[in-house]
């Protein structure tokens, strides 16, 4: 089956250290995201890439790196965690952008990110 | 811009009896609206999109959600609850409007009781 796949599912890091979370994707998509979801709350968008463009919100802290090297992964890198950091992270990926028609996102069942 | 209202919080219903989950959206062109639930430490899973075909959009699991551009609603329906139904409900929106992206709601927490 198609899919998006996130790994791990769960991380437990320290305070500072260097933090990577991947996803891959089937689907062949062109867009791929990276939400931060913290306890009882809605996704919040960090970035997406639409093919190699690399798209960041304006409010994404600068800790927050992402990178895309081929089509099918994508990689969430956290430069010193925090513990305001502490959060699911979820991976989606939808053909093109939210903007257009096939635009349906098809999230990964995300990496629980723990800052000790 | 674009924004979405999830008008509760929290819904508790029993299981069998009907349940409604509630969303009002704001957006300045034809948008795209959609369902999702969110089980505990899973990830989204889509149960509908509206893209100004159908007004009454059915979905996965036995739910439907209608849009009424008069109300700007797009409130998700189904006619008889079970218990693997609880989870966190959102809804959301895209569109020109919308700098590119898919605004969500606050959610709705869905409790299913004997």
New interface residues.
Partial sequence: DAMVIQNPRYQVTQFGKPVTLSCSQTLNHNVMYWYQQKSSQAPKLLFHYYDKDFNNEADTPDNFQSRRPNTSFCFLDIRSPGLGDAAMYLCATSRDLPSSSYNEQFFGPGTRLTVL | AQSVTQLDSHVSVSEGTPVLLRCNYSSSYSP?L?W?VQHP??????LL?Y?SAATLVKGINGFEAEFKKSETSFHLTKPSAHMSDAAEY?CAV???G?G???T????TQLKVEL
């Fill in positions: 795209s959609f999702y430490n899973k990830g989204l899973q889509l999109k893209t959102f895209s569109g020109l919308g590119n992206k898919l969500f709601g606050t959610g």
